[in-house]
T-cell receptor, first 117, second 113 residues
Framework: DARVTQTPRHKVTEMGQEVTMRCQPI?????VFWYRQTMMQGLELLAY????????DSGMPKDRFSAEMPDATLATLKIQPSEPRDSAVYFC???????????????FGPGTRLTVL | GDSVTQMEGPVTLSEEAFLTINCTYT??????LFWYVQYPGEGLQLLLK?????DKGSNKGFEATYRKETTSFHLEKGSVQVSDSAVYFC????????????FGAGTTVTVRA
């Protein structure tokens, strides 16, 4: 049963600390998304990658957030320095885009619940 | 741009009641429509989908029909169970937006025994 996995599931840290969240997409998927979920803003797309290349990171605060895909099996989202307003659940999702303009579905991981004190 | 508007919650129902969650959309192209469900403490799971007008998506007793004329995709279930308590998200994806998902705000449903 192929799934997106995320680590850690929960993270509590203090303001100013660096936070790194990891995602393992479903094997063979070429598109990876990072979302943030808060009560106030709902689900927001932060960034997404195709074939490990960033396609859009306009939803991400550039000064403190960074997203990378070191290889096809790992995506990372880093916050440095973290702030209390970053407290949220961060979801990773993956999908297989088979060609230009081809429909694809997204499969979500269980999320990382981040609390910044 | 693309957007999704869904019925605000929370919604509280008794077991075996009928559930409807309204969803309307705005899209520049011809979108695919989805309902995702999020159970407490978990990620989003695809509940059902429809990719063209008049398609009906169905799963676990839930149904939704893609209505292009009213730009709607309302979710229905005839008899809810306590286990259906969750947050439900309507979403769309569009070729013009590289099939990125645009989500509604989510509707929290609580089913009482």
């Amino acid at each position: 049963d192929a799934r997106v996995t995320q680590t850690p599931r929960h993270k509590v840290t203090e303001m100013g600390q660096e936070v790194t969240m990891r995602c393992q997409p479903i094997l063979g998927h070429n598109t990876v998304f990072w979302y943030r979920q808060t009560m106030m803003q709902g689900l927001e797309l932060l960034a997404y990658f195709r074939n490990r290349a960033p396609l859009d990171d306009s939803g991400m605060p550039k000064d403190r957030f960074s997203a990378e895909m070191p290889d096809a099996t790992l995506a990372t989202l880093k916050i440095q320095p973290s702030e209390p307003r970053d407290s949220a659940v961060y979801f990773c999702a993956s999908g297989l885009a088979a060609g230009t303009g081809a429909r694809y579905e997204q499969f979500f991981g269980p999320g990382t619940r981040l609390t910044v004190l | 741009g693309d957007s999704v508007t869904q019925m605000e919650g929370p919604v509280t129902l008794s077991e075996e009641a009928f559930l409807t969650i309204n969803c309307t959309y705005t899209a520049t192209g011809y979108p695919s429509l989805f309902w995702y469900v999020q159970y407490p403490g978990e990620g989003l799971q695809l509940l059902l989908k429809a990719t063209k007008a008049d398609d009906k998506g169905s799963n676990k007793g839930f149904e939704a029909t893609y209505r292009k004329e009213t730009t709607s995709f309302h979710l229905e279930k005839g008899s809810v169970q306590v286990s259906d308590s969750a947050v439900y998200f309507c979403a769309l994806s569009d070729r013009g937006n590289d099939y990125k998902l645009s989500f509604g705000a989510g509707t929290t449903v609580t089913v009482r025994a």
